[in-house]
């Protein structure tokens, strides 16, 4: 049985919900820690009263025109059935017990989950110097989004070795996604619409909204 860490949306929004991407001003995270408790996750998956906090990075590589991001599109046969063969900008996973320390911070335990997620996911370990949070994410939209929120960071991976083909053979081994390509930051904002994404495809509810939050968007 799986506890994932979650907050109750009352606290994490004691007015309107706001919706789309937030500035990283948005939400104080560690000062809302004392309302943040484990819980089970089959549970929480069906109750929008509660968020769970979720780590969402964006890998990158290069720097203004020349900046691009890994995309790939789930399986069909995904694990999370809601997200099967949408493009996505994030990886990311759940916080859980075993990120926790007696004295951390909730951004601590943040990033204590980034690295551990990335790592399992991607197979990589650019350090927590590669990390800019640039926000959160929260949206009512869809069922899978509706009980998650997200704190959205980007990844650089310029200090990695190896090409682009190199790291991204090096992820799809390790996520296994159906395909996965660089694709242009700048290229992006015209790909969300639906039908709009690669090869016809639609991105994700997560990933429309954190390529609006990219800088220069």
Known sequence: MKFILVIERKHLFPGLSPQGFLPADAVDLDGLARH??????????????????????????????????????????HTEARLG????????????????????????????????????????????GAFTRLGFI?????????????????????RLPGSDDEI????????????ARWIPAADLADMTQPGHGPDGADFEDWSRIAISGLPGD
Not at 41 to 50: A, I, K, L, V, W
Not at 168 to 179: D, I, T
Request: negative net charge; charged residues 30%.
């Open 36 to 77: 943040m408790f484990f819980a089970q996750r089959d549970y929480m998956e069906q109750n929008s009263h509660y968020k769970q906090i979720i780590p969402y990075m964006m890998l990158t590589r290069g720097e203004g025109d020349e900046a691009r991001v890994l995309c790939y599109q789930r399986r069909a046969k």
């Open 85 to 128: 063969g949408l493009w996505s900008v994030g990886f990311g996973g759940h916080m859980e017990p075993l990120d926790r320390g007696d004295d951390d911070e909730a951004m601590d335990v943040v990033m204590t989950t980034a690295l551990r997620e990335l790592e399992e996911e991607t197979g990589l370990a650019p350090g927590a």
């Open 138 to 158: 929260n949206s009512d939209r869809e069922d899978v989004s509706s009980v998650h929120f997200g704190v959205v960071f980007t990844v650089d991976l310029d």
């Open 168 to 179: 991204m053979q090096l992820v799809s081994r390790q996520s296994e996604p159906h395909q």
